[in-house]
C-alpha cells in the first residue's frame, strides 16, 4: 500500500525560482492538504481541499498555489520561492472531512538560497 | 482563534518512567481530537483519538482522556520503552471548512536505557 507519496524528498532553490511539490494518494480520500514544519512552530496549515475541483486556505497561504483537478493529486507550487520558504512540507488526506485521522506523507525537506 | 498549549520539550526519561505530556486546546464546540507521533526523518502517524467528551483513547500503551471541562487531552504512558523517542502533537479537529486539524508545537521525546 503506497498511501500518500510526496516528491521530490529533497530539493535546493535559488530565491526567485518556482517549482512544484507532487503529492499523491491512493485511497481515493476526498480530503488533501499541506503543511509545513518548522522548529518550534508545530505544522501550520497552507492550503486544502475537499474534494477535485475545491481549493482553499489555510493559516500561511502567501507564497504558494495548488490546484485539485483529479481526486488522487494535490499538487503545492511555490511561484517565487524565498528563503523564508525554507521548511519540511508534509501532505496529508483523509476519507472524509471529520472525525477520520489525517495520513501524512514522508515530507518534502526544501532548502531556498 | 483557535490554539493548542503543548507541554514544552524536550523531555527526556529513563526507561520504564511513567510519562505525561500536557495539552490544552481552546476551540468552538468540542471537537474530535488527536494525538500524533513523528519518527526521525518520518512524517506524522496516528497514534491515537478520542471523538467526546469523557472518551479514552489508547494504542501502544499510550493513553488519553477526552476532558470537556478543562479543555485538555493529555498523553499518558505508564513505562515508556527507548523506542518511544519520537516527537509528539496533540491535534483537535475543527471540521473541514477550517482546514481540519491544527497542531501543537509538538514535544521532543527521549527515552534513554
Known amino acids: 500500500n503506497a498511501g500518500v507519496t510526496q516528491t521530490p524528498k529533497f530539493q535546493v532553490l535559488k530565491t526567485g525560482q518556482s517549482m512544484t511539490l507532487q503529492c499523491a494518494q491512493d485511497m481515493n480520500h476526498e480530503y488533501m492538504s499541506w503543511y509545513r514544519q518548522d522548529p518550534g512552530m508545530g505544522l501550520r496549515l497552507i492550503h486544502y481541499?475537499?474534494?477535485?475541483?475545491?481549493?482553499d486556505q489555510g493559516e500561511v497561504p502567501n507564497g504558494y498555489n495548488v490546484s485539485r483537478s483529479t481526486t488522487e493529486d494535490f499538487p503545492l507550487r511555490l511561484l517565487s520561492a524565498a528563503p523564508s520558504q525554507t521548511s519540511v512540507y508534509f501532505c496529508?488526506?483523509?476519507?472524509?472531512?471529520?472525525?477520520?485521522?489525517?495520513?501524512f506523507g514522508n515530507g518534502t525537506r526544501l532548502t531556498v538560497t | 482563534g483557535d490554539s493548542v498549549t503543548q507541554m514544552e520539550g524536550p523531555v527526556t526519561l529513563s526507561e520504564e518512567a511513567f510519562l505525561t505530556i500536557n495539552c490544552t486546546y481552546t476551540a468552538t464546540g468540542y471537537p474530535s481530537l488527536f494525538w500524533y507521533v513523528q519518527y526521525p526523518g518520518e512524517g506524522l502517524q496516528l497514534l491515537l483519538k478520542a471523538t467526546k467528551a469523557d472518551d479514552k483513547g489508547s494504542n501502544k500503551g499510550f493513553e488519553a482522556t477526552y476532558r470537556k471541562e478543562t479543555t485538555s487531552f493529555h498523553l499518558e504512558k505508564g513505562s515508556v520503552q527507548v523506542s518511544d523517542s519520537a516527537v509528539y502533537f496533540c491535534a483537535p479537529d475543527r471540521g473541514s471548512t477550517l482546514g481540519r486539524l491544527y497542531f501543537g508545537r509538538g514535544t521532543q521525546l527521549t527515552v534513554w536505557p
Open positions: 496529508a488526506s483523509s476519507y472524509d472531512n471529520y472525525n477520520s485521522p489525517l495520513h
Open positions: 481541499s475537499v474534494g477535485a475541483g475545491i481549493t
